[in-house]
């Protein structure tokens, strides 16, 4: 369609001047409509108003620098965002979560040309259950360990995240349950003190550290955490066989940062951390050579 192809122009010119501060009048000026009509044009086309689009085209560029290293500051005056929490909050606005959090968990790659057809099309995705449940406050204490996010691919991937770190964590959960008892079994991992320019970051591998415990236990490399009550989003990723596990935590992670914060009517509450659990359901040697887990987002209404 003719208006297809003037909004893939208008597309086209966006990217090759994505650092640039792109006003809606050049855009209209350049598809040789006045701006009223090019907003509406755009919008009707691709489902997205036209300078939303243009914030989260340079979101994307910027989100790929991150992932090369950039410091958050820099990309952000690159892009056209004057300081580092102008550009936190835009990146919330449209992904519904931090780039910290973005970055940690969903491998960045270099945007492609932008189609009207991409614009207009809606993925499938990987199917994934969601709960929102207001949880109780608790405590998790267990193994500690700093680690580098430039140096570990897929984070997000917590079973193959543990065997590219030099971390037993047999072991350490072993002496956990042992040091504390906990009364119901259960894992929990969680990534802390992310520093969003050296991608530095501390891995807790854990159970629950019930109020009676012992705090004499923490071992030197041990954390105590607490965990806040309050609203999580629970997402329980697909019974899958046991060689696809570590993937389809992975795939469960991108489709929640990627898809459903974006989407939903709730966005990444960052004053609160967010956790894996592991149950009986992790074990697959119990169920047929199947497993599932919890992912546990933080939310807060939009």
Known sequence: ????????????????????????????????????????????VTGTPVMAYVTRRKLEYALYDLSRGGRIIDVAMDYGFETHAGFTKAFKRHFGCPPSLYRLHVIAHKPVRATVDSLQSKNGGITMQVQIKEMQPF??????????????????????????????????????????????????????????????????????????ADETKIEPDMRKIEIPGGSYAVFTTPKVPNAQYPQSIADTWAEIITR???????????????????????????????????????????
């Open 139 to 212: 405590f998790v204490a267990g193994a500690a360990s700093l680690h580098s996010m430039p140096n570990v691919k897929g984070t997000g991937d917590i079973p193959a995240f543990w065997n590219t770190v030099s971390m037993d964590h047999g072991k350490n959960l072993t002496r956990a349950y042992d040091a504390f008892a906990p009364a119901k079994h259960g894992e929990f991992a969680l990534c802390l003190d992310i520093d969003e320019n050296t991608g530095e970051f501390t891995y807790v591998l854990g159970v629950a550290f019930d109020a009676d």
């Open 260 to 302: 459903w914060l974006p989407e939903s009517p709730y966005e990444y509450d960052d004053a609160r951390p967010s956790f894996e659990a592991y149950d009986e359901r992790d074990h697959a040697w119990l169920h047929d050579n199947m497993a599932q887990m919890d992912i546990c987002v933080p939310v807060k209404r939009g």
């Open 1 to 44: 369609m003719e208006y297809d192809e003037l909004i893939r122009s208008g597309l086209d010119y966006i990217d090759g001047r994505i650092t640039e501060n792109i006003r809606v009048e050049e855009l209209a000026r350049a598809a040789g409509y006045s701006v009223y009509h090019f907003c509406r044009l755009f919008a009707s």
